[in-house]
């Protein structure tokens, strides 16, 4: 499997369903502004911020719906090409090595990894977890998601999620990155329980 850099895995659709470059939508919504990301509130959404030791950066954004999970980070990209391809094959790599179960689909997104990944439990036991990795590639930015939970799974649970996903918004930003780079996040002027 080879993942060339002048091609995009982005979905045909990406500019008018999203996810979206800052550049494709109006300012005047209700946003929850993650720095480079901003998302809109909704019912039963829950927002947790994961923050690195040590350092205290905002490295990662989980969002809880319905008892599953969306994780998502935004990465620097290039201008000539997108990184889904050759990220989708180190993590694949990378999964294959841990124990899990790996396969490529076509999803919603364009081609996404849906996995069954070792973890252990509370108790000890180690238990496959069902996990879907989703990415797309946009102007100088890629975002990717892990779908955990039900919604990894269940087909209108993960709808849900993927629609969840089409929702958000990045800003790049101007300043010059190297592709992968992690775009940066904070915490939201409005922190709440639920957004």
């Given amino acids: 499997m080879t993942a060339h850099a002048s091609t995009f895995d982005t979905p045909q659709d990406r500019s008018s369903r999203g996810p979206f470059d800052e550049s494709e939508v109006s300012g005047i919504r209700p946003w929850i502004d993650l720095g480079s990301i901003k998302l809109m509130p909704r019912d039963g959404l829950n927002l947790r911020l994961e923050v690195e030791e040590g350092t205290n950066r905002v490295v990662a954004a989980s969002l809880d719906l319905n008892g599953s999970t969306?994780?998502?980070?935004?990465?620097?990209?290039?201008?000539?090409?997108g990184l889904w391809g050759e990220?989708?094959?180190?993590?694949?790599?990378?999964?294959?090595?841990?124990?899990?179960?790996?396969?490529?689909?076509?999803?919603?997104?364009?081609?996404?990894?849906?996995?069954?990944?070792?973890?252990?439990?509370?108790?000890?036991?180690?238990?496959?977890?069902?996990?879907?990795?989703?990415?797309?590639?946009?102007?100088?930015?890629?975002?990717?998601?892990?779908?955990?939970?039900?919604?990894?799974?269940?087909?209108?649970?993960?709808?849900?999620?993927?629609?969840?996903?089409?929702?958000?918004?990045?800003?790049?930003?101007?300043?010059?990155l190297p592709p992968r780079e992690l775009l940066p996040l904070q915490v939201p002027a409005q922190v709440g329980g639920g957004l």
């Fill in 87 to 176: 990220i989708r094959a180190q993590l694949q790599s990378q999964l294959l090595g841990q124990g899990a179960e790996v396969i490529e689909v076509q999803g919603p997104l364009g081609i996404e990894l849906r996995a069954n990944v070792p973890v252990v439990t509370a108790t000890g036991e180690q238990v496959l977890q069902p996990a879907r990795f989703i990415g797309v590639d946009g102007p100088r930015w890629f975002l990717r998601g892990v779908i955990a939970g039900p919604a990894a799974i269940v087909p209108d649970q993960g709808e849900m999620m993927i629609e969840v996903f089409r929702g958000l918004v990045v800003v790049r930003g101007q300043q010059p």
């Fill in 70 to 81: 969306l994780q998502i980070q935004p990465f620097a990209s290039r201008r000539s090409g």
